[in-house]
């Protein structure tokens, strides 16, 4: 997979690519991150990238020319299918579907805009798609874009030390993952669930379900309105629920 990222600031992309898995992704070939930086389209003697809005108001907007020019030269060298999202407060939240969908292309253009915003002709003619992180608002994308490249890149074969790894994890089903333990056995008088000690597979496979169910019931409810559960998850739930109302 190819990444593309469009900043002001391409050093920052050094947070996410130098270390971890990714870097490991990056050195034997998984994944390419490629950064662009507007300045070098600009066309003026002091490589400016931003103006004031038209209309007034606060700060300083990106503007349309540099970013455009630096898009065009994204897809001139790598072809122009590549998909091109911007990282926005004002756009979709991002969930573990879009992951998904980003991690089954070829490669994806991301777009970290600083200063206001971007002015609005751009996001018209060149953007597909805006992402939010959450109803926050940063001091640019870039650590939004780093975001979206560790939760994509984690998703693709071989990036991950444990093919199960990205499986097993929270959201991957639609559920929040339960929690977990390792050594020792007794931390501060708290001791790990015998189930776990038990060597019984599908009785801790059936826990670890039960415990996954009750901590999105308890913390996410939201996220069981959108995941289709088995009969299974749905008996096990249901007596979650009871216990809980006892209680």
Known sequence: MRIDVVTLFPEMMAAVSDFGV?????????????????????????????????????????????????????????????????????????????????AATEGFVLIAGRYEGIDERLINSRVDEEISLGDFVLSGGEIAAMAVIDAVSRQLPGVLGHEMSAESESF????????????????EGQAVPEVLLSGDHEAIRRWRLRESLLRTYERRSDLLDEVELTLEQKEILADCVRERHKL
């Open 22 to 102: 990714i870097a490991r992704a990056i050195n034997v070939g998984i994944l390419t991150i490629d950064s662009w930086n507007p300045r070098d389209y600009t066309i003026d003697k002091h490589r400016r990238v931003d103006d004031r809005p038209y209309g007034g108001g606060p700060g300083m907007l990106m503007g349309p020319e540099p970013l455009a020019a630096t898009i065009d030269a994204v897809h001139a060298k790598h072809g122009a299918q590549s998909r091109v999202v911007m990282m926005s407060p004002q756009g979709r939240p991002l969930k573990h579907s879009d992951v998904m969908r980003l």
């Open 172 to 187: 991957a089903e639609g559920l929040l993952e339960g929690p977990q333990y390792t050594r020792p056995e007794v931390f």
